[in-house]
Protein backbone atom coordinates (compact mmCIF):
# COMPACT_ATOMS: atom_id res chain seq x y z
CA UNK A 1 0.00 0.00 0.00
CA UNK A 2 3.03 2.45 1.07
CA UNK A 3 4.87 1.55 -2.09
CA UNK A 4 1.43 2.17 -4.01
CA UNK A 5 0.82 6.01 -2.87
CA UNK A 6 4.65 6.61 -3.39
CA UNK A 7 4.21 5.79 -6.71
CA UNK A 8 0.68 7.91 -7.12
CA UNK A 9 2.65 10.70 -5.49
CA UNK A 10 5.31 10.58 -7.76
CA UNK A 11 3.46 10.06 -10.99
CA UNK A 12 5.46 11.90 -13.57
CA UNK A 13 2.09 13.99 -15.30
CA UNK A 14 1.11 15.18 -12.18
CA UNK A 15 4.56 16.66 -11.36
CA UNK A 16 4.39 17.93 -14.88
CA UNK A 17 1.16 19.26 -14.68
CA UNK A 18 2.31 21.30 -11.21
CA UNK A 19 5.78 22.53 -12.48
CA UNK A 20 3.80 23.56 -16.04
CA UNK A 21 1.04 25.45 -14.34
CA UNK A 22 3.97 27.12 -11.84
CA UNK A 23 6.28 28.29 -14.58
CA UNK A 24 3.54 29.54 -17.24
CA UNK A 25 2.51 31.78 -13.72
CA UNK A 26 5.79 32.48 -13.40
CA UNK A 27 6.26 33.76 -17.15
CA UNK A 28 2.77 35.48 -16.72
CA UNK A 29 3.55 37.24 -13.59
CA UNK A 30 7.12 38.35 -14.73
CA UNK A 31 5.44 40.57 -17.59
CA UNK A 32 2.05 41.89 -16.11
CA UNK A 33 3.30 43.61 -13.24
CA UNK A 34 5.82 45.61 -14.92
CA UNK A 35 3.56 46.44 -18.35
CA UNK A 36 2.00 50.00 -17.30
CA UNK A 37 5.82 50.95 -15.99
CA UNK A 38 7.39 49.28 -19.61
CA UNK A 39 4.34 51.38 -21.81
CA UNK A 40 4.98 54.73 -20.08
CA UNK A 41 8.84 54.26 -19.79
CA UNK A 42 9.90 52.14 -22.85
CA UNK A 43 6.95 53.22 -25.20
CA UNK A 44 6.34 57.19 -23.79
CA UNK A 45 2.39 56.50 -23.81
CA UNK A 46 0.38 58.93 -21.75
CA UNK A 47 -2.01 57.57 -18.95
CA UNK A 48 -4.85 57.34 -21.09
CA UNK A 49 -3.11 54.74 -23.87
CA UNK A 50 -2.02 52.33 -21.12
CA UNK A 51 -5.37 52.37 -19.88
CA UNK A 52 -6.58 51.52 -23.15
CA UNK A 53 -4.30 48.65 -23.61
CA UNK A 54 -5.76 47.06 -20.83
CA UNK A 55 -8.64 47.18 -22.24
CA UNK A 56 -8.15 46.10 -25.55
CA UNK A 57 -5.59 43.45 -24.41
CA UNK A 58 -8.76 42.28 -21.88
CA UNK A 59 -11.28 42.09 -24.58
CA UNK A 60 -9.21 40.41 -27.04
CA UNK A 61 -8.54 37.99 -24.53
CA UNK A 62 -12.02 37.06 -23.84
CA UNK A 63 -13.02 37.14 -27.67
CA UNK A 64 -10.11 34.67 -28.40
CA UNK A 65 -10.45 32.47 -25.29
CA UNK A 66 -14.12 32.10 -26.08
CA UNK A 67 -13.91 30.85 -29.33
CA UNK A 68 -10.84 28.62 -28.95
CA UNK A 69 -12.94 27.20 -25.90
CA UNK A 70 -15.73 26.21 -28.15
CA UNK A 71 -13.68 24.47 -30.26
CA UNK A 72 -11.72 22.34 -27.75
CA UNK A 73 -14.30 20.76 -26.00
CA UNK A 74 -15.77 19.54 -29.51
CA UNK A 75 -12.68 19.00 -32.08
CA UNK A 76 -8.79 18.62 -31.99
CA UNK A 77 -6.63 17.93 -28.87
CA UNK A 78 -6.55 20.20 -26.19
CA UNK A 79 -2.51 19.38 -25.57
CA UNK A 80 -1.77 20.70 -29.01
CA UNK A 81 -3.61 23.71 -28.41
CA UNK A 82 -1.62 24.56 -25.07
CA UNK A 83 1.87 24.12 -27.34
CA UNK A 84 0.14 26.29 -29.92
CA UNK A 85 -0.21 29.28 -27.07
CA UNK A 86 2.90 28.62 -25.58
CA UNK A 87 4.57 29.17 -29.15
CA UNK A 88 2.66 32.11 -29.36
CA UNK A 89 3.24 33.31 -25.53
CA UNK A 90 7.32 33.31 -26.81
CA UNK A 91 6.68 35.47 -30.09
CA UNK A 92 4.87 37.75 -27.83
CA UNK A 93 7.16 37.74 -25.33
CA UNK A 94 9.88 38.28 -27.89
CA UNK A 95 7.85 40.94 -29.39
CA UNK A 96 7.70 43.20 -26.13
CA UNK A 97 11.58 42.69 -25.99
CA UNK A 98 12.86 43.86 -29.16
CA UNK A 99 9.62 46.16 -30.01
CA UNK A 100 8.78 49.74 -28.64
CA UNK A 101 6.08 51.06 -31.33
CA UNK A 102 2.55 51.22 -29.84
CA UNK A 103 0.42 50.70 -32.58
CA UNK A 104 2.54 47.42 -33.03
CA UNK A 105 2.27 46.28 -29.41
CA UNK A 106 -1.32 47.19 -29.40
CA UNK A 107 -2.47 45.12 -32.55
CA UNK A 108 0.06 42.41 -32.98
CA UNK A 109 0.73 42.24 -29.69
CA UNK A 110 -2.51 42.21 -28.37
CA UNK A 111 -3.63 39.46 -30.61
CA UNK A 112 -0.43 37.04 -29.59
CA UNK A 113 -0.92 37.87 -26.12
CA UNK A 114 -4.70 36.87 -26.25
CA UNK A 115 -3.88 33.72 -27.30
CA UNK A 116 -1.39 33.11 -25.35
CA UNK A 117 -3.56 34.13 -22.59
CA UNK A 118 -5.70 30.67 -23.18
CA UNK A 119 -2.83 28.52 -22.33
CA UNK A 120 -3.99 28.82 -18.41
CA UNK A 121 -7.92 27.25 -18.74
CA UNK A 122 -7.12 24.96 -21.46
CA UNK A 123 -4.11 23.45 -19.19
CA UNK A 124 -6.62 23.57 -16.17
CA UNK A 125 -9.59 21.64 -18.35
CA UNK A 126 -6.59 19.30 -19.80
CA UNK A 127 -6.17 18.64 -15.99
CA UNK A 128 -9.60 18.04 -15.10
CA UNK A 129 -10.10 15.61 -18.07
CA UNK A 130 -6.99 13.67 -16.99
CA UNK A 131 -8.29 13.50 -13.45
CA UNK A 132 -11.28 12.08 -14.72
CA UNK A 133 -10.05 9.63 -16.64
CA UNK A 134 -7.51 8.45 -13.81
CA UNK A 135 -9.58 8.48 -11.21
CA UNK A 136 -7.56 10.79 -9.46
CA UNK A 137 -9.07 13.11 -6.60
CA UNK A 138 -10.23 16.44 -8.70
CA UNK A 139 -10.65 18.72 -6.31
CA UNK A 140 -7.32 18.34 -4.64
CA UNK A 141 -5.41 18.05 -7.62
CA UNK A 142 -6.97 21.46 -8.97
CA UNK A 143 -6.43 23.24 -5.75
CA UNK A 144 -2.71 22.31 -5.70
CA UNK A 145 -2.23 23.02 -9.63
CA UNK A 146 -4.00 26.79 -8.12
CA UNK A 147 -1.55 26.73 -5.21
CA UNK A 148 1.25 26.65 -7.73
CA UNK A 149 -0.02 29.64 -9.58
CA UNK A 150 -0.20 31.82 -6.20
CA UNK A 151 3.64 30.44 -5.40
CA UNK A 152 4.42 31.95 -8.90
CA UNK A 153 2.67 35.27 -8.19
CA UNK A 154 5.12 35.29 -4.71
CA UNK A 155 8.00 35.01 -6.79
CA UNK A 156 7.14 36.64 -10.04
CA UNK A 157 6.43 40.11 -8.97
CA UNK A 158 9.65 40.90 -7.48
CA UNK A 159 11.85 39.16 -10.20
CA UNK A 160 10.02 41.12 -12.34
CA UNK A 161 10.71 44.41 -11.10
CA UNK A 162 14.67 43.02 -10.43
CA UNK A 163 14.78 42.37 -14.02
CA UNK A 164 13.55 45.20 -15.39
CA UNK A 165 15.09 47.91 -13.29
CA UNK A 166 18.43 45.98 -12.90
CA UNK A 167 18.96 44.92 -16.33
CA UNK A 168 16.37 46.61 -18.69
CA UNK A 169 12.74 45.17 -20.24
CA UNK A 170 14.42 43.91 -23.35
CA UNK A 171 16.25 40.85 -20.22
CA UNK A 172 12.58 40.68 -18.31
CA UNK A 173 10.58 40.04 -21.66
CA UNK A 174 13.74 37.35 -22.86
CA UNK A 175 13.40 35.50 -19.52
CA UNK A 176 9.64 34.85 -19.82
CA UNK A 177 10.04 34.05 -23.88
CA UNK A 178 12.93 31.03 -22.24
CA UNK A 179 10.66 30.40 -19.83
CA UNK A 180 7.82 29.40 -22.13
CA UNK A 181 10.04 27.29 -24.31
CA UNK A 182 10.62 25.19 -21.62
CA UNK A 183 7.49 25.07 -20.67
CA UNK A 184 6.82 24.29 -24.56
CA UNK A 185 9.13 20.63 -24.18
CA UNK A 186 7.90 19.79 -21.25
CA UNK A 187 4.43 19.35 -22.57
CA UNK A 188 5.21 17.81 -25.43
CA UNK A 189 7.70 15.67 -23.28
CA UNK A 190 4.95 14.37 -20.77
CA UNK A 191 1.62 15.87 -20.76
CA UNK A 192 -0.95 13.40 -21.89
CA UNK A 193 -3.62 13.38 -24.94
CA UNK A 194 -6.35 12.62 -23.17
CA UNK A 195 -9.11 11.05 -25.54
CA UNK A 196 -12.38 12.73 -25.27
CA UNK A 197 -15.29 10.34 -24.21
CA UNK A 198 -18.91 9.99 -26.55
CA UNK A 199 -21.41 12.27 -24.09
CA UNK A 200 -24.37 10.87 -22.86
CA UNK A 201 -27.66 12.34 -23.97
CA UNK A 202 -28.34 14.10 -20.70
CA UNK A 203 -24.64 15.58 -21.19
CA UNK A 204 -25.33 16.91 -24.88
CA UNK A 205 -28.21 18.30 -23.89
CA UNK A 206 -26.68 20.43 -20.89
CA UNK A 207 -23.97 21.41 -23.45
CA UNK A 208 -26.80 22.93 -25.28
CA UNK A 209 -28.29 24.98 -22.72
CA UNK A 210 -25.08 25.79 -20.33
CA UNK A 211 -25.93 29.79 -20.77
CA UNK A 212 -29.32 29.38 -20.57
CA UNK A 213 -29.22 27.25 -16.95
CA UNK A 214 -29.92 29.96 -14.42
CA UNK A 215 -27.19 28.95 -12.03
CA UNK A 216 -24.24 29.89 -14.54
CA UNK A 217 -25.68 32.85 -15.77
CA UNK A 218 -25.73 33.86 -11.90
CA UNK A 219 -22.44 32.28 -10.64
CA UNK A 220 -20.94 34.32 -13.88
CA UNK A 221 -22.12 37.60 -12.42
CA UNK A 222 -21.34 36.79 -8.84
CA UNK A 223 -17.52 36.26 -10.20
CA UNK A 224 -17.47 38.95 -12.26
CA UNK A 225 -18.08 41.18 -9.09
CA UNK A 226 -15.53 39.52 -6.79
CA UNK A 227 -12.79 40.15 -9.06
CA UNK A 228 -14.10 43.45 -10.05
CA UNK A 229 -13.14 43.72 -6.19
CA UNK A 230 -10.37 42.17 -6.13
CA UNK A 231 -8.80 44.01 -9.02
CA UNK A 232 -9.83 47.81 -7.60
CA UNK A 233 -8.02 46.51 -4.20
CA UNK A 234 -4.62 45.72 -6.15
CA UNK A 235 -5.15 49.19 -8.71
CA UNK A 236 -5.62 51.39 -5.96
CA UNK A 237 -4.41 50.31 -2.26
CA UNK A 238 -0.74 51.19 -3.28
CA UNK A 239 -2.01 54.73 -4.13
CA UNK A 240 -4.28 54.77 -1.05
CA UNK A 241 -1.46 53.52 0.97
CA UNK A 242 0.91 55.79 0.27
CA UNK A 243 -1.76 59.32 -0.94
CA UNK A 244 -4.52 58.83 1.54
CA UNK A 245 -2.72 56.54 5.06
CA UNK A 246 0.80 58.35 4.54
CA UNK A 247 2.11 54.72 4.68
CA UNK A 248 5.69 53.72 3.03
CA UNK A 249 5.07 52.20 -0.68
CA UNK A 250 6.98 49.12 0.72
CA UNK A 251 4.20 48.16 3.10
CA UNK A 252 2.08 47.72 -0.89
CA UNK A 253 4.10 45.00 -1.99
CA UNK A 254 4.39 43.54 1.87
CA UNK A 255 0.88 43.06 1.86
CA UNK A 256 0.31 41.51 -1.63
CA UNK A 257 3.12 39.37 -0.60
CA UNK A 258 1.74 38.20 2.47
CA UNK A 259 -1.60 37.96 0.93
CA UNK A 260 -0.08 35.75 -1.83
CA UNK A 261 1.75 33.60 0.22
CA UNK A 262 -1.38 33.09 3.01
CA UNK A 263 -3.49 31.73 -0.56
CA UNK A 264 -1.60 28.94 -0.74
CA UNK A 265 -2.41 27.00 2.43
CA UNK A 266 -6.00 28.42 2.00
CA UNK A 267 -6.12 26.79 -1.08
CA UNK A 268 -4.62 23.25 0.02
CA UNK A 269 -6.96 23.15 2.81
CA UNK A 270 -10.10 24.38 0.69
CA UNK A 271 -9.22 21.41 -1.67
CA UNK A 272 -8.75 18.93 1.43
CA UNK A 273 -12.48 19.96 3.06
CA UNK A 274 -14.42 20.98 0.39
CA UNK A 275 -15.70 17.01 0.13
CA UNK A 276 -17.34 17.59 3.06
CA UNK A 277 -18.65 20.99 3.08
CA UNK A 278 -19.52 20.97 -0.82
CA UNK A 279 -18.50 24.19 -2.76
CA UNK A 280 -21.05 25.72 -2.70
CA UNK A 281 -20.69 26.75 1.31
CA UNK A 282 -17.10 26.79 0.73
CA UNK A 283 -17.54 29.52 -1.84
CA UNK A 284 -19.70 31.64 0.61
CA UNK A 285 -17.77 31.24 3.25
CA UNK A 286 -15.01 32.78 1.64
CA UNK A 287 -17.10 35.85 -0.13
CA UNK A 288 -18.14 36.34 3.43
CA UNK A 289 -14.36 36.42 4.01
CA UNK A 290 -13.65 39.18 0.78
CA UNK A 291 -17.22 41.34 2.78
CA UNK A 292 -15.58 41.45 6.17
CA UNK A 293 -11.72 42.30 4.17
CA UNK A 294 -13.15 45.31 2.18
CA UNK A 295 -15.32 46.39 5.26
CA UNK A 296 -12.11 46.80 7.16
CA UNK A 297 -10.75 47.92 5.04
CA UNK A 298 -12.72 51.15 5.52
CA UNK A 299 -12.74 51.07 9.21
CA UNK A 300 -9.11 50.09 10.03
CA UNK A 301 -6.11 51.75 9.04
CA UNK A 302 -3.51 51.27 10.70
CA UNK A 303 -0.08 49.11 9.33
CA UNK A 304 -1.16 46.16 11.82
CA UNK A 305 -4.74 45.74 11.24
CA UNK A 306 -4.15 46.31 7.30
CA UNK A 307 -1.27 43.43 8.00
CA UNK A 308 -3.83 40.91 10.00
CA UNK A 309 -6.96 42.06 7.07
CA UNK A 310 -4.73 39.78 4.29
CA UNK A 311 -5.96 37.10 6.35
CA UNK A 312 -9.48 37.46 4.90
CA UNK A 313 -8.33 38.37 1.70
CA UNK A 314 -6.19 35.16 0.96
CA UNK A 315 -9.30 33.06 2.40
CA UNK A 316 -11.65 35.47 -0.39
CA UNK A 317 -9.21 34.74 -3.05
CA UNK A 318 -7.59 31.40 -2.13
CA UNK A 319 -10.85 29.59 -2.25
CA UNK A 320 -12.68 31.31 -5.00
CA UNK A 321 -9.71 31.07 -7.23
CA UNK A 322 -9.80 27.06 -6.75
CA UNK A 323 -13.15 25.98 -6.11
CA UNK A 324 -15.04 28.49 -8.22
CA UNK A 325 -13.50 27.21 -10.95
CA UNK A 326 -14.60 23.83 -10.47
CA UNK A 327 -17.85 24.98 -9.62
CA UNK A 328 -18.14 26.11 -12.73
CA UNK A 329 -17.32 22.92 -14.19
CA UNK A 330 -19.73 21.18 -12.76
CA UNK A 331 -22.29 22.91 -13.27
CA UNK A 332 -21.34 22.12 -17.02
CA UNK A 333 -20.70 18.93 -17.18
CA UNK A 334 -18.95 17.71 -20.44
CA UNK A 335 -17.63 20.86 -21.03
CA UNK A 336 -14.22 21.78 -18.97
CA UNK A 337 -13.20 23.53 -21.39
CA UNK A 338 -15.86 25.75 -22.25
CA UNK A 339 -16.54 25.82 -17.86
CA UNK A 340 -12.97 26.77 -17.04
CA UNK A 341 -12.60 29.43 -20.04
CA UNK A 342 -16.17 31.19 -19.04
CA UNK A 343 -14.56 31.52 -15.14
CA UNK A 344 -11.23 33.05 -16.33
CA UNK A 345 -12.90 35.47 -18.60
CA UNK A 346 -15.05 36.88 -15.24
CA UNK A 347 -11.74 37.29 -14.58
CA UNK A 348 -11.18 39.11 -17.60
CA UNK A 349 -14.32 41.16 -17.42
CA UNK A 350 -13.77 42.18 -13.78
CA UNK A 351 -10.32 43.55 -15.24
CA UNK A 352 -12.19 46.04 -17.54
CA UNK A 353 -14.73 46.90 -15.14
CA UNK A 354 -12.37 47.18 -12.20
CA UNK A 355 -9.76 49.87 -14.05
CA UNK A 356 -12.72 51.84 -15.38
CA UNK A 357 -14.28 51.83 -11.60
CA UNK A 358 -11.10 52.55 -9.86
CA UNK A 359 -9.89 55.39 -12.16
CA UNK A 360 -13.85 57.22 -12.19
CA UNK A 361 -14.10 57.21 -8.31
CA UNK A 362 -10.69 57.86 -7.09
CA UNK A 363 -10.40 60.81 -9.06
CA UNK A 364 -13.74 62.42 -8.82
CA UNK A 365 -14.81 61.46 -5.59
CA UNK A 366 -11.86 59.85 -3.57
CA UNK A 367 -9.94 56.54 -2.74
CA UNK A 368 -12.70 55.34 -0.08
CA UNK A 369 -15.54 55.20 -2.51
CA UNK A 370 -13.45 52.61 -4.13
CA UNK A 371 -13.30 50.48 -0.96
CA UNK A 372 -17.30 51.41 -0.26
CA UNK A 373 -18.36 50.43 -3.75
CA UNK A 374 -15.91 47.09 -3.38
CA UNK A 375 -17.80 46.30 -0.35
CA UNK A 376 -21.17 47.20 -2.08
CA UNK A 377 -20.01 44.33 -4.65
CA UNK A 378 -18.71 41.80 -2.20
CA UNK A 379 -22.17 41.85 -0.71
CA UNK A 380 -23.94 41.65 -4.13
CA UNK A 381 -21.49 38.56 -5.19
CA UNK A 382 -22.50 36.77 -1.83
CA UNK A 383 -26.36 37.19 -1.91
CA UNK A 384 -26.29 36.27 -5.45
CA UNK A 385 -23.96 33.10 -4.73
CA UNK A 386 -26.83 32.49 -2.10
CA UNK A 387 -29.29 31.41 -4.78
CA UNK A 388 -27.00 29.20 -6.96
CA UNK A 389 -27.44 25.53 -6.13
CA UNK A 390 -24.85 23.24 -5.26
CA UNK A 391 -24.22 20.99 -8.46
Known amino acids: MKSLLTRRRLNPVYLTFMLVTFLVGVAGALQAPTLSLFLAREVDVRPFWVGLFYTINAIAGITVSLLLAKRSDTTGDRRKLIMFCCVMAVGNALLFAWNRDYLTLITVGVMLSALASVSMPQLFALAREYADSSAREVVMFSSVMRAQLSLA ?7 SFALALNYGFTTMFLVAAAIFVLCLLLIAA ?16 TQASAWRNRDVRLLFLASVMMWTCNTMYIIDMPLYITSVLQLPESLAGLLMGTAAGLEIPVMLLAGYYVKRTGKRKMSLFAVGCGVLFYLGLMLFQGRTALMILQLFNAVFIGIIAGIGMLWFQDLMPGRAGAATTLFTNSISTGVILAGLLQGVLAENIGHHAVYWLAFGLASGAFLLSLKIKDA
Do not use: K, M, N, Y
Request: aromatic share 4%.
Open 153 to 159: WVIGPPL
Open 190 to 205: ALPSVPRTAPSPDVIV
